[in-house]
């Protein structure tokens, strides 16, 4: 499983990635506004993220129609090489997926809550889709069980046809909320985890890690007092 950090904050990242596991970023416009991020900044702040990261960072498109959508995409695109595009699970989502997988652009189709609506973003040409986990536990779903469908329904075909460069598309198990949540994502085959900052520390901790040097500090302090 790689890790995505899902967020904003350039100073998550720039942390995150010096602990030496960060494979990429995935950035949506509620987390671009709880930076206090501006939209004349906006293409400015992916570029800073994309010279953090070598890893995918996904840029969201706010259009609602395909034209512009595929505008918007052809434009994220361009700020790195290493954007990639995320789009809404939808009709005119899909059209523009196709549309810029077309041209080589890679997407990460987001807010996708079933196994029907990834099999249409893998045969659309997504490079990437997004299940999210939390928000369907938030309605009284089971979100990880929608991974692991997903994750099994994409594995009984090969999309590879579709894809930007016949590349597989790859599960990003989304809206995580716990360090269960990755352990069970992973334990399902899901490709990638995006998580928040806090979540990625949480998944360093243990306490019978903590429990353990506590112990090893002491005796080495016996030990030079010897
Ligand atoms: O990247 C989108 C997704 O991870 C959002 O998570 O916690 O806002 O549901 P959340």
Known sequence: ???????????????????????????????????????????????????????????????????????????????????????????????ATRALADRGVAVNMTLCFSVPQALLAARAGARYVSPFIGRFDDISEDGLAQVENIVAALNNYDFTSSTVNGERIEVIAASVRSANHVTQAALMGADIATVPFGVLKKMVQHPLTDRGLDSFLKDWEKVQNA
Do not use: Q
């Open 1 to 95: 499983m790689k890790f995505f950090l899902d967020t904003a904050d350039l100073a998550e990242i720039e942390e995150a990635a010096s602990w030496g596991a960060l494979a990429g970023v995935t950035t949506n416009p509620s987390l671009y506004a709880r930076i206090g991020g501006k939209l004349e900044d906006f293409h400015a702040h992916i570029k800073r993220i994309c010279d953090i990261v070598d890893g995918p960072v996904s840029a969201e498109s706010v259009a609602m129609t395909r034209d512009e959508i595929i505008r918007d995409g052809l434009e994220l695109a361009e700020i790195a090489p290493n954007v990639v595009v995320k789009i809404p699970t939808m009709v005119e989502g899909l059209a």
